[in-house]
């Protein structure tokens, strides 16, 4: 192995503790057997739709043929590490109906920001807490099912994690989005630079919280170009100066960047201090980035046109319609997968696989492994 590979974010704290697990191939895979994901919508697999409002139709007809609780035409970017980690996509917990969750859950809830207040109820502390209440409820049911009677009725044994993959599991974090809108809409731009330190102190009291429940392996997200949504844009065009080549809003995605130090910094802090721990720092920003600063020779059409819902000085909602002086607004679009953005605010499916084929094989990670091998600090 290249010991470059190693030197990125965490720099000479990874050198000094050279604990990487060799084999004559190269780095070890993980074969994790589950994912817990804390997250927004980028990463809601089902429960703002099962918990508060339903996600209808058009969305999920590119993949799952129905609205399957994901703001997408198809599959979202957990959706693929799901399927690279060869694991079933991940049952929200807040979704009763049909839920599996032998091999992980999903925590993440639409519009949920990490600080307390905000679009959403459910807060990264919340779906903590969610979480360690899922673990200790799960533990005391597999343990007093027997193992062999698979039951007529649920509770079944097999839809239940094994609590001994909890301190095995990758535990998958897409979160700081809704803070920074949420300050973009009701406050100043200062004021949502200045909340930053606060924002990511509740970020790291987050993760302290699960090391103390065993979790060890982290994957973090950082945030995406929000002055590059469609929405941002639209709401924007009015001050052109504010607005880079590729039309996102330039004062935004500065303070998106300047989260993203933060959290950089953050995370590599909370490597130092959680032994045994291995963080993954993942630049999602630079990979949306350079897919919207390059949609034409992707194969997309321009990344300000999106496909579902629609804005005419006002937003109709993805699923919804509205006849304005006789021209209908809100029809979806017929070809999904050449849009970048699903709705102006979601990427559309193939956006959000463009994306995971160049996060999930470690080139924009620090330390540079892949989701599959991201247990190799521990
Ligand atoms: C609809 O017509 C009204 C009256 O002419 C006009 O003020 C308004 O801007 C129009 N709206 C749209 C979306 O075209
Ligand atoms: C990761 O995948 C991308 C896109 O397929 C490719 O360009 C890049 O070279 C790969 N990087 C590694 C480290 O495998």
């Not at 010991?3 to 697990?21: D, K, M, W």
């Not at 899922?134 to 039951?151: M, V």
Request: aromatic content about 12%; hydrophobic content about 35%; some cysteine.
């Amino acid at each position: 192995m290249d010991p470059l590979r190693l030197i990125c974010v965490f720099g000479l704290l990874v050198l000094a503790q050279p604990r990487v697990v060799m084999d004559g191939t190269g780095l070890q895979k993980c074969g994790f057997q589950a994912i817990y994901n804390f997250g927004d919508s980028n990463s809601d697999t089902g429960a703002i739709s099962a918990a508060l409002s339903e996600v209808t139709s058009p969305n999920g007809e590119t993949f799952f043929g129905h609205p399957s609780g994901r703001a997408c035409d198809g599959r979202l970017i957990i959706d693929f590490i799901a399927e690279r980690l060869k694991l079933p996509y991940l049952s929200a917990y807040l979704d009763s109906v049909g839920a599996d969750f032998r091999h992980g859950a999903n925590f993440a809830t639409g519009g949920s920001s990490i600080r307390l207040g905000g679009y959403s109820p459910f807060h990264l502390g919340i779906q903590i807490s969610q979480f360690i209440q899922f673990k200790a409820r799960t533990t005391a049911l597999y343990n007093q099912l027997s193992p062999s009677d698979p039951g007529k009725i649920p509770p079944f044994k097999s839809n239940l994690p094994r609590p001994a993959d909890f301190s095995r599991a990758i535990y998958t974090f897409d979160i700081g989005q809704n803070d920074l809108a949420y300050g973009f809409q009701h406050t100043t731009e200062e004021q949502v630079r200045k909340s930053i330190p606060d924002i990511l102190n509740q970020f790291a009291e987050a993760v302290h919280r699960l090391y103390e429940e065993e979790a060890r392996i982290f994957w973090v997200h950082n945030t995406g170009p929000l002055g590059c949504l469609p929405y941002s844009y639209l709401y924007h065009n009015s001050n052109p100066g504010n607005l880079d080549q590729n039309r996102c809003v330039k004062s935004q995605n500065e303070i998106a960047q300047e989260f993203n130090r933060q959290l950089k910094n953050k995370v590599s802090q909370l490597s130092t201090q959680l032994p045994h721990s291995a963080f993954t720092y993942v630049d999602v920003y630079s990979v949306k980035y350079q897919l919207i600063s390059t949609a034409r020779s992707q194969g997309f059409i321009d990344p300000m046109n999106f496909c579902c819902g629609s804005f005419y000085g006002v937003h109709i909602d993805c699923g919804k319609k509205a006849i304005v002086n006789g021209t209908v607004y809100g029809n979806p679009c017929g070809h999904p997968s050449m849009h970048i953005s699903w709705d102006g605010i979601h990427y559309s499916e193939a956006a959000n696989l463009w994306v995971a084929n160049r996060i999930l094989n470690g080139s924009h990670s620090c330390p540079a492994f892949s989701v599959e091998e991201a247990c190799q600090l521990v």
